[in-house]
């Protein structure tokens, strides 16, 4: 097995965030001189792919040609093999490949070392494969009357060409970072074509004040990229501080008191996020400063860039319940997760998108200790939900208490639940567990079989034709009567 030269690592990382802002320089240019209004999709295509693949070839040499192996696969299936079938085998190929690369990489190149690796673009790329597999399917195959209402919005009606499929891969603002995006919401980007309505869960999105005028992403780019540098440098002061290894030091186990080991782990764990904030907050800004990510207006008129972000990083930090926390956090990839998997799969829907999860995430075993995990706290705290939350809804006051108690154990069910995730190892994730005596483990497997929770594994054929699915389609169709008419009138 190699190991990486530290200085290797630091130069592979320096690369990242060179890559990173040059391709926000880029960004801008391709606003402001590649603007639909004055070029052709087909210069934006090309443009945008060779800028990515150039930024990727630079930060990952030859191993960049992995991305272009995954996809050229995977488009040669789709077109070989049908629209009936395809997207079950572009999931298997896709994802096979994927781990392929990170077993290699993990335990032949680099286990243990968090650096730039090719495998970090290659698992957005994947998201986006699988996505246009299923969406192709959604439009190409199923009957209308059969999908839900947010597959009839993502739905592909034809098959993309081969330029089209490339540059919605390997675009040189979602090259290195993400984060993934539908592809209808892509290429609308690329044409130039009208902003749909399709956040209609959210009335502020459809403000009276929507006007036919482009806004400029400016001020948000500028927001964001204050705000991912904040993290990066909140992040290098303070993970030297916390070391998430010493939760599972002999002599911290020892001679710390039990509460004082709760806190740490709080701390230790609470470090380990901002990096995840810079990455992907400057990832969200290099795609708004393109003009990709404008997501209506709020109530009050100003611009949302949200579309795509992957973060609410103060919903996060404040959140009461472990599905709260997790709608926040990498929001496309549980976007990925829920349209692939969740609505998909008619039985054990919970367990089988945590599965999924852990194998697209890698190969180091920390990472299926955490998912596994997740499914366990999942259960207990949806049931404690359901069962709980009711009683503490009476009054502000006993609605406060429920929220600064679900506020806590939500924290530390998350650090408990990660921890494998940066231990990696089995042994060390083991060792931590050891220390807290699988106590919530334990106390979670009593919560989810003692209270009672509605199940959710129905055929997917009844789901599709709930009162709920059906009130929601209404209301979708005359949220789109509504975005049409304000067209009309502007």
Same mark, same amino acid.
């Given at each position: 097995m190699s190991m990486q030269h530290p200085s290797v690592k630091v130069l592979e990382k320096v690369n990242f965030v060179a890559c990173q802002l040059c391709a926000l320089i880029s960004?801008?240019?391709?606003?402001?001189?590649?603007?639909?209004?004055?070029?052709?999709?087909?210069?934006?295509?090309?443009?945008?792919?060779?800028?990515?693949?150039?930024?990727?070839?630079?930060?990952?040499?030859?191993?960049?040609?992995?991305?272009?192996?995954?996809?050229?696969?995977?488009?040669?299936?789709?077109? %070989?093999?049908?629209?009936?079938?395809?997207?079950?085998?572009?999931? +298997?190929?896709?994802? @096979?490949?994927?781990?392929? !690369?990170?077993?290699?990489?993990?335990?032949?190149?680099?286990y243990g070392m968090y650096t730039a690796d090719f495998t970090g673009p290659m698992m957005v790329i994947t998201q986006k494969i699988t996505s246009l597999a299923f969406e192709i399917h959604d439009g190409m195959a199923r009957k209308e009357e059969h999908l839900t209402a947010g597959q009839k919005i993502l739905a592909i009606r034809r098959m993309p060409s081969l330029l089209e499929y490339f540059s919605y891969n390997c675009n040189f603002m979602g090259?290195?970072?993400?984060?993934?995006?539908?592809?209808?919401?892509?290429?609308?980007?690329?044409?130039?074509?009208?902003?749909?309505?399709?956040?209609?869960?959210?009335?502020?999105?459809?403000?009276?004040? %929507?006007?036919?005028?482009e806004p400029s992403p400016?001020?948000?780019? +500028?927001?964001?990229? @204050?705000?991912?540098?904040? !993290?990066?440098?909140?992040?290098?002061?303070?993970?030297?501080?916390?070391?998430?290894?010493?939760?599972?030091?002999d002599n911290f186990i020892a001679n710390t008191p039990f509460y004082a080991q709760v806190v740490y782990l709080y701390l230790s764990m609470l470090t380990t996020r901002p990096k995840y904030y810079f990455v992907w907050t400057l990832a969200d800004a290099i795609n708004n400063a393109a003009g990709f990510g404008f997501n209506g207006y709020d109530s009050d008129g100003s611009a949302r860039w949200d579309l795509i972000s992957n973060l609410r990083i103060l919903k996060i930090e404040f959140a009461t319940s472990f599905k709260v926390f997790l709608d926040n956090w990498n929001i496309q990839t549980a976007h990925w997760l829920k349209?692939?998997?969740?609505?998909?799969?008619?039985?054990?829907?919970?367990?089988?998108?945590?599965?999924?999860?852990?194998?697209?995430?890698?190969?180091?075993?920390?990472?299926y200790l955490t998912f596994l995990t997740g499914i366990v706290i999942t259960l207990a705290a949806r049931a404690v939900r359901h069962n709980v939350r009711p009683y503490f809804l009476h009054s502000s006051v006993h609605k406060l208490v429920y929220d600064v108690i679900t506020w806590a154990a939500t924290q530390i069910a998350i650090c408990y639940t990660v921890i494998p995730f940066v231990l990696l190892s089995v042994g060390p994730s083991m060792k931590f567990y050891s220390s807290w005596y699988f106590s919530l483990h334990i106390g979670c497997i009593l919560v989810a079989f003692?209270?009672?929770?509605?199940?959710?594994?129905?055929?997917?054929?009844?789901?599709?034709?709930?009162?709920?699915?059906e009130s929601f389609q209404r209301h979708l169709e005359a949220t789109d009567r509504t975005c049409s008419q304000k067209a009309k009138t502007t």
């Open positions: 960004a801008f240019w391709f606003r402001l001189f590649l603007h639909p209004s004055k070029t052709s999709p087909i210069i934006r295509h090309v443009v945008a792919t060779l800028l990515g693949l150039y930024f990727a070839m630079f930060c990952f040499g030859w191993y960049a040609l992995h991305f272009l192996v995954q996809s050229g696969l995977t488009y040669g299936i789709m077109i %070989l093999t049908g629209v009936e079938h395809m997207h079950k085998y572009c999931l +298997v190929v896709a994802l @096979t490949y994927l781990s392929l !690369c990170q077993i290699t990489r993990v335990y032949v190149f680099d090259i290195l970072a993400g984060p993934t995006c539908s592809y209808n919401d892509y290429i609308g980007f690329i044409e130039g074509a009208p902003r749909r309505c399709r956040d209609y869960k959210d009335e502020r999105k459809s403000s009276s004040k %929507l006007r036919h005028s400016n001020m948000e780019v +500028v927001r964001k990229v @204050t705000t991912s540098f904040f !993290c990066l440098l909140v992040f290098l002061s303070v993970c030297k501080v916390f070391p998430v290894e010493r939760n599972i030091d349209r692939v998997c969740y609505e998909r799969c008619p039985y054990h829907p919970t367990a089988a998108t945590f599965i999924l999860s852990a194998m697209w995430h890698g190969a180091y075993p920390g990472y003692v209270l009672p929770v509605k199940r959710r594994n129905l055929p997917l054929k009844d789901q599709q034709k709930s009162p709920v699915q």
